[in-house]
C-alpha cells in the first residue's frame, strides 16, 4: 500500500473476536476508522437477549461509529453511505457479509482482508477447524486484496504456524488474530507487491453448524480426535450417555479396538470405526467440566456402555 502520512482514512469490516485485536491495532497506530461495519444485534443465549458481536462492542469501546446493516448487495443507500466516506482502504476480518463490487472498488486503495489460513488452500468460513480437521502440519494468516471471489485476490503477506498434535482451534484462533493485527499494519505502511494466487492447492473450508458437534463413533480414532481439537470451543463435540448429552472436551487415542461407541474399559475408553479413544475430560449438561478421573467417580461408566 505504502506509507501514508498521518495514517489512513479506513473502514472496519468484521464481527467476531478473532477480528478485534486488529481493530485494536489499527486505532493504536492512528489510523482514522471512518467506520465499523459489523453483523447487526442479535438473540442469542438462553435468554435470547440481544447482544452485539465482539468487534460491535469493541468499536463504542474506542468511540468508533458503528454500522450494522443486515445486507450489503443491492441496498444503494448503504452503497451510497459507504463510498461518501471517501476511504483510502478497508479492512475486512471475518465480516459474515460478501462485500459487492461497488464497495469492493469504493476505496481508493481497495479492500484488504486478514485471512486465517494460507490461502489458496481453506478459503471459506472455517479455516482454522478446516486445517485442524485435515491433520495439516501448519497453517496461518494471509493479507490478501479482495476481489469479486471467494478469497481469490491478490496475496501480500503470509506469515506460517505450525500445528502440533495438541493444537486446539481455540489456541490457533488467538495466535492468528495476533498475528493478523500485526500483519495488516505492514499492510497498510508497506508498498508489498501483490501476488495471483497459484491455480492449483485451492481448498473450501464450510461454514459450521451446531450439527457437527455431535460425534459418529464410526470415523476413525485419529479423525474424531482432531475433531475434538478443531471444534474447541465451538461448535463443541458431544456424545450421548444414557440418553444425556455428555461434552466431550479432551480425548487421547488410546490402544485397542471395539464396536464403535462402546465403552471399553473402566477408564472411558471407547471404541471407533478404526482404534479407540480415551476421554479425558467431558461435562455433562448443566454440570461442571471434569478430568475424566473425577467424573467416573461420580458417575462409573462400565465397559460396554454404549456412547451415541
Known amino acids: 500500500m505504502g506509507p501514508a502520512s498521518g495514517g489512513m482514512r479506513l473502514a472496519f469490516m ?63 443507500a448503504v452503497e451510497a453511505a459507504f463510498a461518501a466516506l471517501a476511504l483510502d ?19 481508493r486503495l481497495g479492500c484488504l482482508n486478514i485471512h486465517a489460513s494460507l490461502l489458496p488452500r481453506w478459503r471459506g468460513a472455517a479455516p482454522i477447524q478446516a486445517a485442524i480437521l485435515a491433520g495439516d502440519g501448519e497453517t496461518g494468516v494471509t493479507i490478501m486484496r479482495m476481489d469479486a471471489g471467494l478469497d481469490t485476490g491478490s496475496t501480500l503477506l503470509r506469515e506460517v504456524v505450525p500445528i502440533t498434535a495438541t493444537t486446539t482451534a481455540a489456541v490457533l ?28 492447492g485451492a481448498s ?12 459418529d463413533w464410526t470415523a476413525d480414532a485419529v479423525a474424531i480426535e482432531r475433531r475434538v481439537r478443531a471444534f474447541d470451543p465451538w461448535p463443541g463435540t458431544f456424545t450421548l450417555l444414557g440418553g444425556a448429552m ?23 475408553t471407547v471404541g471407533c470405526g478404526s482404534g479407540a479413544l480415551r476421554l479425558t475430560r467431558v461435562q455433562l449438561a448443566g ?20 456412547l451415541g
Not at 173 to 191: F, N, P, Q, V, W
Not at 204 to 215: G, M, N, Q, S, V
Open 287 to 306: 454440570r461442571a467440566p471434569l478430568d475424566a478421573e473425577a467424573f467416573l467417580r461420580g458417575h462409573p461408566v462400565a465397559a460396554g456402555v454404549r
Open 14 to 76: 468484521g464481527s467476531p473476536d478473532f477480528a478485534v485485536p486488529a481493530l485494536a491495532a489499527l486505532h493504536d497506530a492512528g489510523h482514522a476508522i471512518a467506520a465499523v461495519y459489523c453483523q447487526p444485534p442479535r438473540p442469542a443465549g438462553r435468554g435470547q437477549a440481544v447482544r452485539r458481536c465482539p468487534v460491535h462492542l469493541a468499536a463504542e469501546r474506542l468511540g468508533l461509529e458503528v454500522r450494522t446493516p443486515a445486507r450489503l448487495r443491492g441496498e444503494a
Open 246 to 268: 455428555l461434552k466431550v472436551l479432551g480425548v487421547v487415542l488410546a490402544e485397542g479396538n471395539g464396536v464403535p461407541g462402546v465403552v471399553l474399559d473402566d477408564r472411558l
Open 204 to 215: 473450501y473450508a464450510p461454514k459450521l453448524t451446531r450439527a457437527d458437534a455431535r460425534i
Open 89 to 107: 482502504a478497508a479492512v475486512v476480518v471475518a465480516y459474515g457479509l460478501i462485500l459487492p463490487p461497488a464497495l469492493l472498488a469504493a476505496p
Open 173 to 200: 484462533h488467538d495466535a492468528l488474530a495476533a498475528i493478523g493485527a500485526r500483519l495488516i499494519l505492514r499492510a497498510l505502511a508497506e508498498d508489498l507487491p501483490a501476488v495471483p494466487q497459484p491455480a492449483e
